[in-house]
């Protein structure tokens, strides 16, 4: 699609060269200036593409699980350009990528397991995250529902693990605060107790710009395939209700 073309509301037409180009300017130019001036292409091929997503992607979504969010808000499926700078050294007023995500609109975003689209200057990712506080009073799917059920369901976890995590179709990696810093471990957790105190595990597949079929409408579809494939890691790791086998079951 050329940078001339008009884009019809709450359509997705892919993700395009100009998706990445505008990420790519605004590293060399974050500042509010230069983002007002180019407000109408951020509205156009960032924002745009990611509403024009959720439109095509809502009904599979709620059929997949009823309860998703899907209403579109920014701070709930959408994420934020503008940084919190307020304690931050890095006084830079935007971030350099852009965000998708659906999780149990009954709960908060941060609190859940969550299937997600990324956007930035270098690829678009699609997969699936779970962060927690590492707090001792943490109340999130990861502190409450993954780790009691990595102890309680550990076979049902490892099948999981060989059947999407195994073939290689996705990439991995996880987080921990080690020594005061927030430390990247790729691939999966070893030990037992790694998975016990992780507080975030990735699993997503990237896309390079040039990635085929990325910049048309039908990437939409490889979206809900790779969602149906990883939604099973949603229900094990943040599913609270007592049918979450049964959950697990229906979503094959």
Not at 46 to 68: D, I, Q, S, Y
């Amino acid at each position: 699609m050329k940078a001339t073309e008009k884009v019809t509301p709450n359509t997705f037409h892919g993700f395009t060269r100009e998706s990445y180009v505008f990420f790519r300017e605004l590293a060399e130019n974050n500042n509010k200036p230069w983002f007002d001036r180019n407000r109408a292409r951020y509205d156009q091929y960032v924002t745009g593409a990611f509403r024009g997503l959720l439109a095509e992607l809502e009904p599979f979504l709620l059929e997949l699980n009823p309860n998703f969010e899907t209403g579109g808000k920014t701070n709930r499926n959408f994420s934020r350009i503008n940084r919190d700078i307020r304690f931050s050294k890095d006084k830079t007023p935007y971030k350099s990528n852009y965000y998708l995500y659906v999780f149990d609109g009954r709960r908060e975003r941060g609190d859940e397991g969550r299937l997600y689209v990324g956007l930035s200057a270098d690829c678009v990712t699609v997969g699936f995250s779970i962060y927690g506080e590492g707090k001792k009073n943490d109340t999130s799917a990861l502190a409450t529902v993954f780790r009691e059920r990595l102890r309680s369901h550990p076979a049902i976890f490892d099948r999981l693990l060989r059947q999407i995590v195994a073939p290689a179709r996705f990439e991995t990696y996880w987080h921990r605060q080690e020594k005061g810093e927030w430390t990247t471990h790729p691939g999966l957790p070893r030990r037992p107790e790694d998975w016990q105190t992780l507080q975030a595990w990735i699993v997503r597949k990237l896309f390079k710009p040039n990635a085929r079929g990325l910049g048309s409408p039908a990437f939409a579809g490889e979206v809900r395939n790779i969602f149906r494939e990883l939604y099973p890691l949603y229900v094990f790791t943040s599913a609270s209700s007592p049918k979450w086998q049964n959950l697990l079951k229906n979503a094959k």
